[in-house]
């Protein structure tokens, strides 16, 4: 059986003066690029570098929305309507499109970050209200989410493109959501047992949750996050040992 995963990371997320990530380092490992959209963090010329980034390192582009919140990253809750969520969705959807057929590329997908993702993965108008965003801006783009959720359902009933995604560098819950941050198990550290568990979801579409329990997923793409300090060996570690594993990395394009 032939195995082929998409390998996505959060970039573009520096902020004027202010720099986060290694991004130009994690374009070399990854397939697909998660840009952030100036919401919570990101700005015009960071977008515009970014995007030119990719291009050059042959990696797909995608749209990374999220709650107007600058100050806490977008990974503090917010009580948005479903029309608020549209709306903001589909502004910063036109905004990355700009950067990228100015590069001369097309916008692969759309990826909700942070709270705004955590939020709509466990609640269905939300959800419906992102799916929708993406359908309109049109294009035939990509909705990814968390595989197992409400993102899912929302991409299906739409009849929209959908990619699940599942995290290299993150701890499950039982339920299929992500360990919050603040709880112990959150974050996987280790890139050998993180690759590991990766190479795991894709041949045999299950992962370990922090109880021990095994959690049945199938994953189109993996996220490992560009802002960490382990990033760039996370990144290297886990392209070099998917690879041996037989996993063939390409953008979504080509698996969804």
Not at 21 to 39: I, R, Y
Not at 150 to 159: H, Y
Not at 204 to 229: F, K, M, W, Y
Request: charged fraction near 25%; glycine fraction near 10%.
């Amino acid at each position: 059986m032939a195995y082929k995963v998409d390998l996505n990371s959060d970039l573009g997320e520096s902020f004027g003066a202010w720099k986060m990530g290694s991004d130009a380092d994690v374009l070399t490992f990854v397939s697909s690029a998660n840009v952030a959209c100036g919401f919570h963090a990101g700005d015009p010329l960071v977008m515009k570098a970014t995007v030119k980034e990719a291009v050059k390192a042959g990696v797909a582009v995608g749209a990374h929305p999220s709650y107007p919140d600058l100050k806490g990253f977008g990974r503090r809750n917010m009580v948005c309507s479903p029309d608020e969520l549209y709306a903001d969705t589909l502004y910063q959807i036109g905004a990355l499109r700009a950067f990228c057929e100015a590069e001369g590329i097309k916008l692969q997908h759309v990826k909700p970050h942070g709270a705004m993702y955590n939020s709509a993965a466990k609640k269905p108008e939300e959800a419906i209200a992102l799916a929708q965003a993406v359908k309109d801006a049109g294009g035939g783009l990509i909705l990814m989410g968390l595989a197992g959720s409400e993102f899912d359902k929302a991409a299906e009933k739409l009849g929209i493109p959908y990619a699940a995604e599942a995290f290299a560098d993150r701890g499950y819950m039982n339920d299929g959501s992500l360990v919050p941050r603040k709880m112990e198990g959150a974050f996987v550290r280790d890139t050998e047992i993180a690759a590991q568990r990766v190479i795991r979801m894709v041949k045999e579409g299950v992962v370990e949750a922090i109880d021990g329990t095994t959690i049945n997923l199938r994953p189109q793409s993996i996220c490992l996050h560009g802002d960490s300090p382990s990033a760039v060996q996370m990144a290297k570690t886990l392209r070099t040992r998917l690879i041996e594993a037989g996993i063939d990395i390409v953008p979504l394009s080509k698996i969804v």
